[in-house]
């Protein structure tokens, strides 16, 4: 498994980083290990506080450094890289502000005696990262845990290493000891040792479903601690009620924001029959008016994708769908005469249940539009998928929003806006989605152990 950084725009190969050994590996779970019992778990809350509070500020002090790696790495658009950098930051601040609070002793109501919950860390803590959002992954894995007094190791993706090693220097920066948070550059069965380790004693992971039923049968086989998010093909509800401009606006953020590149991106566009015409005519306006360029340049306004086999990916789906059935409303191709790894931005009708498109998920600037005779049949299709991350609904009654998004099976909805992430709003999603919660008091409570104490 190679790690180095390949410029998705211009091709150009730039810094490679080697595996590491086996002996390195031992070396830093001992580290860790060493960092856990003899020192962090011991540290108070406002002594662990006062590090990610500076954390945060070097991360507004180097925004534009931080935000460059991110566009050189993975290709995101500057601007979106430092927006990406400033959410880190405020992640980073609020849970050094609330994690004491979150993690207060609970007393229990008891007709026997006193009875009382004490949250204590778990231990060495393990993440598997993915690339498209480089910071932010580790972000709202490493802060809670951090603050929780876990310690934590990271594999990032191998395409964003540069990002992996800025953000353990961050850390380092900052004042974390050695061992309290590592970047390690492994191989796969290197992943498979660290999560058989009787040192590491919890396993988090963003990334595919593949991967994700991979680390979980080994932990569970370890009998350890999981938490997984695998990604979604979010629904965004349009109902009869809508304001229909608003609603443009936000399928085509929710679409084409980091070039498609996002587990909540509004993936499947659904709109009630007595607006779908004229949604779709200004949708497919707007969604051609996007131009490709240089992610450093901030009159870009589409980015390319990743990578040339995520390109490849993605152009294979659409053609497989277009190929059983599906209507190519636009787009569908790559966008000749850029040198990077550009898709043009694509919407596709007409897609049968029997359709392979109708269960995949599209990781980047592909729009599915469904159109469909009234809610009933919206929150029908919306349920119709093996995922269950997050979800849209438009509607100008907020009431009909809240009770359509009760009627919605995941993990998270939003009624008249697209996804957004904020520290204080939880994260995660069901079925094929993964399990578990980050940010928000609930991203605190995955890797403790809340321990019963009782008098009689």
Known sequence: MAYQTTNPYNGQVGKIFDEISDAQLEASIRAADDCFRNHWRKTSFEERK???????SIMRERSQGFAELISL???????????????????????????????????LASSRGEAMVESSPLGVLFGVEPWNFPYYQLVRFAAPNLMAGNVVLVKHASNVPQCALAFEG???????????????????DQIGRIIDDDRVRGVALTGSEAAGAVVAARAGKNLKKTT????????????????LEKAVKHAVSGRMGNAGQACTASKRIIVVESLADRFLEKFQAAMAGFKPGDPMDKETTLAPLSSSQALKTLLGQVEEA???????????????????????????????????????EFFGPVALFFRVPDEDAAVKLAND?????????????????????????????????????????????????????????????????????RVA
């Open 228 to 243: 997984l998010e695998l990604g979604g093909s979010d629904a965004f509800i349009v109902l009869d009620d809508a304001d």
């Open 385 to 453: 998928s093996p995922f269950g991350l997050g979800g849209s609904v438009f509607t100008s009654d907020i009431e009909r929003g809240r009770a359509v998004a009760r009627r919605i099976d995941t993990g998270m909805v939003f009624i008249n806006s697209s996804a957004v992430s904020s520290p204080e709003l939880p994260f995660g999603g069901v079925k094929n989605s993964g399990y578990g919660r980050e940010l928000s008091s609930a991203g605190i409570q995955e890797f403790v152990n809340k321990k019963l104490i």
């Open 73 to 107: 790495e993975m290709g995101k658009l500057i601007a979106q890289s430092q927006g990406e950098v400033a959410l880190c930051a405020a992640i980073l601040d609020y849970y050094a502000d609330h994690a004491e609070a979150f993690l207060a002793p609970e007393q």
């Open 170 to 188: 961050l850390l380092s920066d900052a004042g974390a000891p050695p061992g309290a948070y590592t970047n390690l550059f492994v191989s796969k």
């Open 322 to 360: 277009v190929g059983r059935g599906a209507r190519l409303l636009m787009g569908g191709r790559r966008i000749d005469g850029e040198r990077g790894e550009f898709m043009q931005p694509t919407i596709l009708t007409d897609i049968a249940p029997d359709n392979p498109a109708y269960h995949q």
């Open 50 to 56: 006062a590090i990610l509070k500076r954390a945060a």
